[in-house]
C-alpha cells in the first residue's frame, strides 16, 4: 500500500528534478553568453567601521557553475527520489537561480548588495504587518480582504494626525484608527453576520473613497495638514557597525522592528498563552469553544481589533516611515500580498514575516534590475511579485491548511 | 448533587421543541432519557448545560433556582455534557481539549501544558480512561475521543455528566466498556443522564427511566418492570411493529462485482485496502462496521466520487472502474449520500429542483441547453405525492423540510427511475421511526423489483433487519461475512468482528 | 422556476428584499455622505447644492440620462459577469482586469479589421473583446479549479498584472499610435465603432449602440441562470458544491464555465468601453468600473434584472457626481464614500434593521436550526 503512495510522491519529486533541470538549461544558454565581465557587489558603505572588500563574482564562469549545480540537483532528484529533498532542493536551487540572474544582470558593472538587502526588508514591512494582521483575524476564522483599507487608513491617519501633532502621535492615531476598522469588520460579520469578503470589500471601498475625498477635498487647499515627519532610522549601538548585517538589521526605523517585534509576541501570544489558545479554539471550532464557556463573539473582536491596529501601524509605514505625505490608494495592493504572505507564511506570525521576506526582496530585485538597465522591460519586472504570489497561492497552499473556521460565520442557538 | 428542572420549556420562534418538562436527577445515580430522534432530547439537555435558555420555567441545583447565562455557567455549577458530535478541536491535543476554558496559566498567561498533562493522566488512571495526553486529537479514534471528552468533563469538577447518545459510535463490545465506566463513574457519586433512542441500552445501563415524546415528557419508570414493547410503544406513541415485510430471497446474477479495491483518503492514509465483494441483483448486502472504517470511501467510490487507486469494479459485466458519477447515474446505479444536509440536497433550491437534481440534463427535463422546468414541477409533484414527501409545495425550500422529508425526497429522487443497483449510505440516521419503516420498506420493494441494494450502516439493527448477507468493515477490509437466512447470527458475534477480532 | 428572489407571489419578503432595503440604503447612503461633506466643512448650502447637481446630472436632462446610461452600460455588463460569478459561489474580484484585457483587444482587433464593413468588424471587435476576458478569467478560474488556488488572491493579482501588461502593450508597435511617444493606442476604426444613438438630437450626447448589447445581455444572463442546464449547474455548486458534486456536476468544469462567462461579460464592458466610448486603449482606461461592478453585483441581489437597475443607479451617481463636481465643488470621490456605504447597507440586512426596525419582520423566523 505504501508503495502505491510513494509513487505519487516520486512523481512529485520527479516533476520537481525536471523542473531545476530546464532552469539550469535556461541559465546556461540564455544568460552565461551575455554575461560579460565580472560583476561587482558593493558590501560596504565608505563610512563602515568595519569595512568588508566588495564581492567580485566573474560572470560566465559564475552562471556556468551555478547551471551546473541545478543540473546536478535535477538530475539526482529526478534519479534517486527522495521526497524529503524535494522541497529543500528546489528551494536551494531557486535561490541559485536568481544569484545567477542577479550576476548576469550585474556583469560588467556594480551595484550595493548591502543596499539592495536593506530596501528588500523595508518593503517587506507594509506586507509582513499586512500579513501578520491576516494571521491574527484569520486565526480566529474572520477572513480579513479589508486589510488593504486598514493599511490605507493607518497611512492617511498617519499623515493627517503626523502634521498637526507630530510623529508619534500621528503612529498612535494610525495604530487607533486601523482598531477602529479592525473593531468596525468584526461588528459587520460577527454581530450583522455579513459576508466577510463583502465585509473586507466594503471596508476597502469605504476607506479609498473617504481619504481620496478628503485628500482632494481638503489637503488641496491646505497642504500643512498633509507634512508629516518622518520616523528615522534608529542605529543600534555597535551592533549597526557591523558589516552587511548592520545597516540590514540594526540600522532601519521602528517600523522595520515593530514587524519583528510584533511577529514575535504573535507567535507568543498564539502558541504560548491561554488567551492564544481560546484564540485559535475559536478558529478550528467555535462550537466547541462554546460549549466551554469561551465567548466566541468576544473573543473574534478583540482578535480582529487587534489585527487592524496591526495594519493600522503597518499603514503609518506609507507616510510616517517612507515619504510623510499621502497619496490617494498609495498602498497600491500590499494589503493583498500580506494575505499571499499569510498564506504561503502557513497561517503563523513568523511564517508570514518570511514570506513577507521574500516579496520584499522580490520588489526590491526588480527596482534594482530596472536600475541596471536590464533589456527586460520594466513591466514585466514589475509584474514578477504578483506572478509568484500566484504561484505561491496556487502551488504551497495545497499543503498547508487554513483554520477549519475560516469564513464561517458562527450562529449562536 | 441534586438538579432539577421544573415546568421547562423553549421555543424556537413557532417550534416547541420541550414542553412544560419536569425532570429529577439525583446523584448516584444514572437517568435513562430515551426518546426518538428529534423528539427533544438533545434541546433539553442543552438547556441543561446552559447552550440555550429556557423560553419558561427553572433550573434549581439542590433546591436553588439557578439562570445560566451561557456553558461557562453550567459548568461552574457542576454540570458537564458529551455531546453527541463531539467537541473537541480537531487538530488540538489531548491536553490542550481537556484544560481548554480553564486553562492553568504561569507569569504572562503562558499556558502550562505542564501541569495539564500530569491533570490528564491522573483522571485517566482514576477512572480507566486510558488516553495519551500529548496525541493530536484527529489522529485518535473516536472510542478514544469520547474518553477524552469524558476527561473533559471530569477535569471540570462536574457532579452531574449529561451524555449524549454515547454508544452511537461505538462497537457492541465498547459499549460494555463504556457502560462498565459509566457505572464506575456513577460508584464516584456522580449522576449521570444517558440519552439513547436505543431500547437495549437504557434498559441495561439505567436506574430510571424518562420517556420523552413531541418535547414532553411521557413516561418514566423503573428498568426493572418494563419491557421493550412497552417503552416503543411509549416512545413512539403506537405499537411497534420491528420488522420488515420481505418477499423470499432468490438472488440473480452478480450486478457488482468489486475486485481488489484499494483507496485512499485525501490525506494520504489507506481507507479500503484490497477490498473485494459482490451483490447480486434481488439482494440485500449490509455492511456493519464502527464509523470511520472506510465505509464512506467505498461508497464514495462506487458512486464515482473518489477514484481507485488500485482495484476494478464492474457493474453487470461493464468496467466501470472510471466510470464518472454521471455515467454511472445514467446506467441505473441509484446513490443515497451518507449525508443528506451535505451532499444529498441543496437546502435553498426547492423540492422540484433537488428532484432533479442529477437527471436534469437529459430528457424529459432538458430541451436544448435549456430546462423544461413546467416538466420538472409536474414530475417532482407526482412523485413526492408517491414517496410521501410531505411538503406544502414543490416550490419550497428543501431546507424547510423536516428531516425525515428531506431523506424521502433523496429517497424519492434516487428509486424513482429505472435502477438496478442501490447503494446506500446511513440511509435513515437521524430520523423518526415512520420515516425509518418508510424507507426500509422502499429499499426493500427495490430488492424484490429485482434491483441489488448494498447499505451500508453504522445502526447494526437496521443492517440486521435489511440484509440478505452481512458484511463487516474493520480497517478498510471485510474481516466477517454472515448470511442469516443459512445460519442466524447474532448481535455479539457481529461486534466482535466490527472490533477487528475476526482478523 | 422560482428563485428565492423572485417567488410566485409578490410577498412582503420581495417588497423588503428588492425594494426597501434597496432603498434605504440609498437614503441612508446620501445621509451619511452629507455627514461627511458637513465634517470635511462643506457649508449646508452647498451640501444641498450638491445633491441638488447629483440629481439634475443625473437625470435632469436627456443629456444628464444620456450620461447616466453610458456610464451604466459597463457596470450593468460587468456586473452581470460578476452576479453569474457570486450565484456559483465565485468571488470573482477581478473584472478589472478583464475589462483591460477585453477592452485592449476590441481595439486591436478593430484596428485589424478596419478593411471589413461594419457588420463584420464590430462583431468582430466585440467578440475579441469577450474572448480575451472569458481567457484571463478563466486563468483564475483554472487555477481554482485544478490547485485550489483561492480565486480572490488570484483575480486580484491577475488584475495587477494586466495593469502592467496594459502599460508594456500600449508601446509595442503594434498597438501603439504612430508617431506617438506616450502610452496610447491606435484609434478604433468607424467601422467597428459602437455607433452614437442620439446625434440626432444632439451631436454631444454619447449615448451608443452598447445599450442594446447590454439589455440583450442581461436577458441573456436571466435565461442562462435561471433557465438553463448550465446555469443550474451554477447555482447548484454555489449553493452546495459538495451536493453538486455528489449529483454528478463536473465541479472544476463548472468552475472554469462561470469564470469564463463572467470574464466573457466582463471583456464586453471593456469592449463597450473603447468601442463605444473612448475611441482607443489607454493606460487606466478601465477607470475601476470592475470594482464599483462588485458593489453593483451585490447590489442588484446577483439577479440580472436587478444588477440592471443597480448599475443605472450607480451610473446615475457617477453622472451626477461629475456635475456635483462641477456645480458644488465636492471631490467626486465622495461618491465613492456613498457607493461603499449602499454595499453595507444592502450586504448586511441585520445592521439595517437594527438602525430601522419599523417596516421589517420580526428576524429570526423561518430560519432553519443547525
Known amino acids: 500500500m505504501t508503495v502505491l503512495l510513494d509513487k505519487a510522491r516520486q512523481r512529485q519529486t520527479r516533476i520537481t528534478g525536471i523542473i531545476l533541470l530546464a532552469l539550469g538549461a535556461l541559465i546556461a544558454v540564455f544568460l552565461a553568453p551575455d554575461a560579460s565581465g565580472v560583476a561587482t557587489f558593493r558590501l560596504s558603505r565608505p563610512t563602515d567601521v568595519w569595512p568588508v572588500p566588495n564581492l567580485v563574482v566573474p560572470g560566465g564562469a559564475f552562471i556556468y557553475v551555478a547551471s551546473a549545480f541545478l543540473a546536478f540537483f535535477g538530475v539526482r532528484l529526478f534519479l534517486r527520489g527522495g521526497a524529503k529533498w524535494s522541497a529543500r532542493l528546489l528551494g536551494i536551487g531557486l535561490i541559485i537561480a536568481v544569484a545567477a540572474f542577479l550576476v548576469w544582470a550585474t556583469a560588467g558593472k556594480s551595484f550595493s548588495f548591502t543596499g539592495m538587502l536593506q530596501a528588500s526588508l523595508v518593503r517587506a514591512v507594509p506586507i509582513a504587518l499586512g500579513g501578520l494582521a491576516g494571521v491574527l483575524s484569520e486565526r480566529v476564522a474572520v477572513v480579513n480582504i479589508g486589510i488593504e483599507g486598514m493599511l490605507l487608513a493607518g497611512a492617511f491617519t498617519g499623515a493627517l494626525v503626523g502634521s498637526l501633532a507630530g510623529g508619534v502621535a500621528g503612529l498612535a492615531a494610525a495604530v487607533a484608527v486601523g482598531g477602529v476598522f479592525g473593531f468596525v469588520l468584526a461588528a459587520l460579520v460577527v454581530t450583522y453576520r455579513m459576508d466577510q469578503i463583502i465585509a473586507g470589500v466594503f471596508i476597502n471601498l469605504f476607506v479609498l473613497g473617504l481619504t481620496s475625498y478628503i485628500s482632494s477635498q481638503v489637503f488641496q487647499e491646505y497642504r500643512a495638514l498633509n507634512n508629516a515627519p518622518v520616523f528615522r532610522a534608529v542605529e543600534i549601538p555597535i551592533l549597526s557597525d557591523l558589516p552587511v548585517l548592520g545597516p540590514v538589521l540594526f540600522s532601519q526605523n521602528i517600523f522595520v522592528y515593530g514587524a519583528f517585534i510584533l511577529a514575535g509576541l504573535a507567535t507568543y501570544y498564539l502558541f504560548h498563552t491561554r488567551h492564544g489558545l481560546r484564540a485559535r479554539a475559536v478558529g478550528e471550532h467555535p462550537r466547541a469553544a462554546d460549549t466551554l464557556g469561551i465567548d466566541v463573539y468576544r473573543t473574534r473582536y478583540v482578535n480582529v481589533t487587534v489585527a487592524g491596529m496591526v495594519a493600522g501601524f503597518g499603514g503609518a509605514w506609507f507616510t510616517l516611515g517612507s515619504v510623510g505625505r499621502f497619496d490617494e490608494g498609495m498602498t497600491g495592493g500590499r494589503g493583498f500580498i500580506g494575505l499571499a504572505a499569510m498564506i504561503f507564511g502557513r497561517w503563523h506570525p513568523v511564517g508570514a514575516l518570511l514570506a513577507a521576506l521574500v516579496f520584499g526582496f522580490a520588489d526590491s530585485l526588480q527596482q534594482k534590475l530596472a536600475l541596471l538597465g536590464t533589456p527586460i522591460p520594466s513591466e514585466f519586472l514589475a509584474m514578477a511579485p504578483y506572478i509568484a504570489t500566484i504561484v505561491v497561492v496556487a502551488g504551497v497552499v495545497g499543503r498547508a491548511r487554513a483554520p477549519a473556521a475560516d469564513g464561517k460565520p458562527y450562529v449562536k442557538e | ?503 | 422556476m422560482k428563485d428565492a428572489t423572485q417567488g410566485r407571489v409578490f410577498g412582503r419578503t420581495q417588497l423588503e428584499d428588492l425594494v426597501i432595503v434597496p432603498l434605504f440604503a440609498l437614503v441612508a447612503a446620501l445621509f451619511l455622505g452629507a455627514l461627511v461633506m458637513a465634517a470635511t466643512g462643506v457649508a449646508p448650502g452647498t451640501i444641498a447644492q450638491s445633491y441638488a447637481a447629483l440629481l439634475k446630472g443625473s437625470v435632469g436632462s436627456i443629456d444628464a440620462v444620456s450620461e447616466t446610461l453610458t456610464a451604466a452600460l459597463p457596470l450593468v455588463l460587468a456586473g452581470l459577469g460578476l452576479a453569474l460569478g457570486f450565484r456559483a459561489g465565485l468571488f470573482n474580484i477581478g473584472a478589472e482586469g478583464q475589462i483591460v484585457m477585453g477592452g485592449l483587444a476590441a481595439v486591436v482587433a478593430g484596428v485589424a479589421l478596419a478593411d471589413f464593413p461594419a457588420f463584420i468588424a464590430l462583431p468582430g471587435a466585440l467578440l475579441a473583446g469577450a474572448v480575451t476576458g472569458a481567457f484571463y478569467a478563466g486563468i483564475a478560474g483554472w487555477l481554482r479549479a485544478a490547485t485550489g488556488a483561492h480565486e480572490v488572491i488570484s483575480t486580484i493579482m491577475l488584475n495587477l498584472i494586466s495593469f502592467r501588461l496594459l502599460d508594456y502593450l500600449l508601446r509595442t508597435p503594434l498597438i501603439q499610435k504612430e508617431g506617438r511617444a506616450d502610452p496610447i493606442s491606435k484609434s478604433v476604426p468607424d467601422v467597428a465603432e459602437l455607433p452614437k444613438l442620439l446625434t440626432f438630437l444632439d451631436a454631444n450626447l454619447r449615448l451608443h449602440a452598447g445599450l442594446f448589447l447590454t439589455l440583450v445581455m442581461v436577458a441573456a444572463a436571466y435565461w442562462l441562470l435561471f433557465r438553463s442546464k448550465l446555469g443550474f449547474e451554477f447555482r447548484a455548486s454555489g449553493e452546495n458544491a459538495i451536493a453538486a458534486r455528489f449529483a454528478g456536476m463536473n465541479a472544476g468544469l463548472t468552475i472554469v464555465m462561470a469564470m469564463a462567462v463572467a470574464g466573457a461579460l466582463a471583456g464586453l464592458a471593456g469592449a463597450n468601453q473603447t468601442l463605444g466610448v473612448l475611441g482607443r486603449a489607454t493606460p487606466g482606461f478601465s477607470a475601476e468600473i470592475g470594482f464599483d461592478a462588485i458593489a453593483v453585483a451585490l447590489l442588484g441581489r446577483s439577479h440580472p434584472v436587478g444588477v440592471l437597475f443597480a448599475g443605472i443607479l450607480f451610473g446615475a451617481l457617477e453622472a451626477g457626481g461629475r456635475q456635483m463636481q462641477v456645480d458644488a465643488g465636492v471631490s467626486i470621490d465622495l461618491i465613492g464614500i456613498i457607493q461603499s456605504l449602499i454595499i453595507v447597507f444592502i450586504a448586511a440586512p441585520l445592521l439595517v434593521k437594527a438602525i430601522f426596525p419599523w417596516g421589517f419582520r420580526k428576524a429570526g423566523t423561518g430560519k432553519g436550526r443547525s
Open chain 2, 1 to 503: 448533587m441534586q438538579v432539577e428542572l421544573r415546568n421547562i420549556t423553549k421555543r424556537f420562534g413557532p417550534v416547541v421543541a420541550n414542553k412544560d418538562v419536569n425532570l429529577t436527577i439525583e446523584p448516584g445515580e444514572v437517568l435513562g432519557l430515551l426518546g426518538e430522534n428529534g423528539a427533544g432530547k438533545s434541546t433539553l439537555m442543552n438547556v441543561l448545560c446552559g447552550l440555550y435558555e429556557p423560553t419558561e420555567g427553572e433550573i434549581l441545583i439542590d433546591g436553588r433556582p439557578v439562570a445560566f447565562k451561557g456553558p461557562g455557567d453550567a459548568i461552574r455549577a457542576g454540570i458537564g455534557m458529551v455531546h453527541q458530535h463531539f467537541m473537541l478541536v480537531p487538530v488540538f491535543t489531548v491536553a490542550e481539549n481537556v484544560i481548554l476554558g480553564i486553562e492553568p496559566v504561569g507569569r504572562f498567561d503562558h499556558l502550562d501544558l505542564k501541569a495539564a498533562r500530569a491533570e490528564v493522566k491522573k483522571l485517566s488512571t482514576e477512572y480507566g480512561l486510558t488516553v495519551d495526553p500529548d496525541a493530536t486529537i484527529e489522529t485518535l479514534p473516536v472510542g478514544v475521543q469520547q474518553r477524552v471528552e469524558i476527561i473533559k468533563v471530569l477535569f471540570r469538577e462536574a457532579d452531574v455528566l449529561i451524555l449524549d447518545e454515547p454508544t452511537a459510535v461505538l462497537t457492541p463490545q465498547e459499549v460494555d466498556e463504556f457502560i462498565q465506566i459509566v457505572r464506575s463513574l456513577c460508584d464516584a457519586g456522580k449522576a449521570i443522564v444517558f440519552i439513547t433512542h436505543k431500547l437495549n441500552e437504557i434498559l441495561e445501563i439505567s436506574d430510571r427511566i424518562a420517556v420523552i415524546r413531541r418535547g414532553e415528557i411521557v413516561g418514566s419508570g423503573d428498568p426493572k418492570k418494563l419491557t421493550r414493547p412497552e417503552l416503543a410503544e411509549m416512545m413512539v406513541g403506537h405499537p411497534v411493529d420491528f420488522d420488515v415485510a420481505r418477499a423470499p430471497f432468490a438472488p440473480k446474477e452478480v450486478i457488482l462485482d468489486i475486485q481488489g479495491l484499494t483507496l485512499v483518503r485525501d490525506d494520504g492514509a489507506v481507507a479500503v485496502d484490497d477490498l473485494s465483494l459482490q451483490v447480486h441483483s434481488g439482494e440485500v448486502v449490509g455492511i456493519a462496521g464502527v464509523q470511520g472504517n472506510g465505509q464512506s470511501a467505498l461508497i464514495e467510490a462506487l458512486a464515482g466520487l473518489r477514484r481507485p487507486v488500485a482495484g476494478k469494479v464492474t457493474f453487470d459485466g461493464t468496467d466501470i472502474t472510471d466510470a464518472s458519477a454521471r455515467e454511472r447515474h445514467r446506467m441505473g446505479i441509484a446513490h443515497i449520500p451518507e449525508d443528506r444536509q451535505r451532499a444529498g440536497l441543496i437546502g435553498n433550491f426547492t423540492v422540484a429542483e433537488n428532484m432533479v437534481l442529477d437527471s436534469y440534463y437529459g430528457p424529459p427535463f432538458a430541451k436544448g441547453a435549456g430546462i423544461n422546468w413546467g416538466r420538472v414541477e409536474e414530475e417532482a409533484a407526482a412523485v413526492a405525492e408517491q414517496y410521501d414527501v410531505r411538503t406544502p409545495s414543490v416550490h419550497a425550500a428543501a431546507a424547510h423540510l423536516s428531516g425525515g422529508n428531506q431523506q424521502k425526497l433523496v429517497v424519492a429522487r434516487e428509486l424513482s427511475r429505472d435502477t438496478r443497483l442501490v447503494i446506500a449510505g446511513q440511509p435513515t440516521r437521524g430520523l423518526d421511526v415512520g420515516s425509518i419503516a418508510f424507507i426500509h420498506e422502499r429499499l426493500m420493494a427495490a430488492r424484490d423489483e429485482g434491483d441489488g441494494v448494498l447499505i451500508v450502516s453504522s445502526e447494526l439493527d437496521e443492517i440486521m433487519a435489511l440484509s440478505d448477507r452481512i458484511l463487516v468493515m474493520f480497517k478498510g477490509r471485510i474481516v466477517a461475512e454472515y448470511a442469516p437466512h443459512e445460519a442466524p447470527v447474532d448481535k455479539g458475534t457481529i461486534g466482535l468482528a466490527m472490533a477487528g477480532a475476526a482478523t
